[in-house]
């Protein structure tokens, strides 16, 4: 009698335990392949900021079955708006408005770090010795029919595929396509986290709000920490000279009230009262017109970092790394045949929304926005039902899970 094998599972190797790397861990996994994930943290990191999650992202995580775990870690908004700078006049931006739109506008707002610790008890639950911490890889490559991630210490770890989700300066996209240089937009950002019990009540209403002037925006917003609340901002403004490119550069107080002289005092408050301040340049890289290379492939930041200002770097993450495990199981038998259909099934969508974020730089800056008078008309215009269909529709309708690959 012969005995019936079942087919040995593909092993994935991930560079990077951020939110590309445990999203697609946690996919795989649950559909069935082995994975490793190699960080170079020794632990994971608190990085002091909020996220957002749109529909778009959401649908990622209720397919992992994540949803009682995130609802829990969520403070949602009852409004989205965008607010005046020098006196905080608002306008709803048509929020669950759904003669305005069909799209699902809802936000989740959460801290990332909490985001993250979700994902990876998530990971470790289906495998416990899954997630590698202190290892740095520095590139990697396909090696006779084997994908191969290159560790500091110069030692390999092979599988069937390597997966780069090692964020904006990744060293797997170097290895596959050499240097991308960034470009400074002109904008520096700031981000801190202001305990709620510091600030005026008025910002205990859970509103999900984007502050607009003439050469700064600031988006604010509640998020949550066992029970303990905090207002998450993160601002942007102009300036001809720039810092490093890095989320944890500290920043001085008096340089943000320097930059945001003039503006409404509760805007000054989330400055002053923040636990921590950081302050680094906002630079992008030249879209790739392809991701995957043999048998190693990127995900999220490392092959689409984008400005900020349409909220999607983590959603555009969430959905990679979904459509990425769909099309390693559809095609496990041709790996680099399923990397070839994940780069058609994603870069157009990628790419098209890394230069519509760049683009929002100018709608959010004007000079329009200078005094109320010239603001309102300016704001009417831009926020009309219109440009915000317009503007998001697309982006909240896509579903990872179902769309075609
Ligand atoms: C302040 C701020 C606010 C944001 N707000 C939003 C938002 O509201 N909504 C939204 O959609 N997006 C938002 N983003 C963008 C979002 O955070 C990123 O797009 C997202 O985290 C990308 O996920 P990633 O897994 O590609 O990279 P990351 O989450 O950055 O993870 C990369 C991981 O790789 C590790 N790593 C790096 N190099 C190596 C190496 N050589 N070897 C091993 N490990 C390595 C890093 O330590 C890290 O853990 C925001 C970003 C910032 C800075």
Redesign the pocket.
């Known amino acids: 009698m012969t005995e019936s094998k079942q087919p040995v599972p593909l092993h994935v190797i991930i560079?990077?335990?951020?939110?590309?790397?445990?999203?697609l861990a946690i996919a795989l996994l649950q559909k069935g392949f082995d994975v490793d994930v190699?960080?170079?943290?020794p632990e994971?990191?608190e990085?002091g900021?909020?996220?957002?999650?749109?529909a778009n992202?959401d649908r990622v995580l209720e397919r992992l079955g994540l949803r009682g775990a995130v609802d829990a870690i969520n403070l949602p908004p009852q409004d989205r708006v965008v607010r005046f700078w020098r006196t905080g006049e608002q306008r709803s931006v048509y929020f669950r408005d759904e003669d305005v739109s069909k799209a699902d506008h809802t936000l989740i707002q959460v801290l990332?770090a909490e985001l993250?610790r979700v994902l990876y008890e998530a990971v470790i639950k289906l495998k416990p010795e899954a997630v590698h911490f202190g290892?740095?890889?520095?590139g990697a490559r396909t090696v006779d029919g084997r994908a191969q991630l290159i560790?500091?210490d110069g030692s390999v770890v092979e599988g069937d595929v390597v997966v780069g989700?090692?964020?904006?300066?990744?060293?797997?996209r170097q290895a596959l396509f050499g240097p991308a240089p960034a470009r400074y937009t002109g904008a520096n950002?700031w981000?801190g986290l202001a305990p709620m019990d510091k600030l005026k009540p008025q910002h205990r209403t859970p509103l999900a709000s984007t502050w607009i002037g003439p050469t700064a925006h600031v988006?604010t917003y509640p998020v949550q920490r066992n029970g303990e609340e905090f207002v998450?901002f993160?601002a942007q403004v102009d300036s001809p000279t720039w810092q490093t490119e890095s989320?944890s550069e500290p920043g001085e107080l008096s340089e943000a009230l320097k930059d945001f002289e003039g503006w409404h005092q509760d805007i000054l408050d989330l400055f002053i009262n923040s636990e921590n301040l950081?302050r680094?340049g906002l630079f992008v890289r030249d879209p790739l017109d392809q991701w995957s290379e043999g048998r190693v492939t990127l995900?999220?930041?490392?092959?689409h970092?984008?400005t900020?200002y349409?909220?999607?770097?983590?959603?555009?993450?969430?959905e990679?790394?979904y459509v990425l495990s769909r099309c390693l199981e559809q095609w496990p038998n041709d790996v680099e045949d399923a990397l070839r259909r994940y780069d058609v099934a994603r870069i157009e969508r990628a790419n098209r929304t890394k230069a519509k974020s760049l683009e929002m730089l100018s709608v959010f800056h004007s000079p329009a926005l200078t005094s109320r008078e010239t603001a309102w008309p300016y704001i009417e215009q831009q926020w009309s039902p219109q440009a915000v269909r317009e503007r998001y529709d697309w982006l909240l309708a896509y579903d990872a899970t179902t769309a075609e690959i």
């Open positions: 560079a990077g335990a951020g939110m590309g790397g445990l999203t190699y960080e170079q943290s994971l990191r990085v900021a909020g996220l957002w999650i749109s992202g990332r993250q290892v740095r890889s520095t560790l500091e989700c090692d964020g904006a300066h990744s060293c797997v950002a981000r988006t998450s993160s989320w950081f680094w995900v999220g930041d490392a092959c970092s984008m900020p349409l909220g999607m770097g983590v959603n555009l993450t969430m990679d790394a």
